[in-house]
């Protein structure tokens, strides 16, 4: 394994040293929260919390036909494909109050500006138990939701748990 766990009584830290990729070693880590990961109910429950918040920030921007939420949403639109499409579209999603398929890279873009236009929840990156300076605030930023909704949006094999799941790693 790349990374050093480290076991403080009921926490568990993973370092990464400074020569090691750091890509990769957060790839391996991600791979095995995702395996063998056990988020308790209230991380689960905090996160659907998060994730509410976020799409109605979302839903509102683009309600209020705030700049560049809008400006990717109809980009997005550009390349729609067919309406008709159901099931399995891998590969396509849909914008925050839309009906129509777009690329997922589109939609990606088009949901996360909007989610971030009126973002409510702070973040405070580098939160570690028993470090001074890195206690404060809330953990959680809902910026990247959209990516993991709209990954499973077109794959059959990814339930509501599952990205539920993703969402909290």
């Not at 499973?152 to 969402?167: C, E, I, R, S, Y």
Request: net charge positive; with cysteine.
């Amino acid at each position: 394994m790349l990374a050093n766990v480290i076991k403080k009584g009921s926490s568990t830290s993973i370092l990464l040293g400074k020569t090691e990729n750091q890509a990769l070693g957060l790839a391996s880590y991600a791979k095995n929260f995702m395996k063998n990961g056990n988020p308790s109910q209230s991380g689960l429950d905090r996160v659907k919390l998060f994730h509410t918040d976020s799409v109605l920030c979302g839903l509102s921007a683009l309600a209020l036909k705030t700049n560049a939420p809008s400006v990717l949403k109809e980009d997005a639109h550009t390349y729609s494909a067919s309406k008709k499409m159901s099931g399995n579209n891998k590969g396509y999603a849909k914008c925050f109050g839309s009906n129509e398929f777009s690329p997922v890279e589109k939609v990606v873009a088009a949901n996360c500006s909007a989610v971030r236009e009126w973002d409510s929840n702070g973040t405070v990156f580098g939160y570690r138990e028993g470090r001074d300076g890195h206690q404060a605030g809330e953990f959680g930023h809902n910026d990247f939701y959209p990516v993991i909704v709209a990954a499973a949006f077109g794959n059959a094999d990814v339930n509501g748990a599952t990205a539920l799941k993703a969402m909290c790693l």
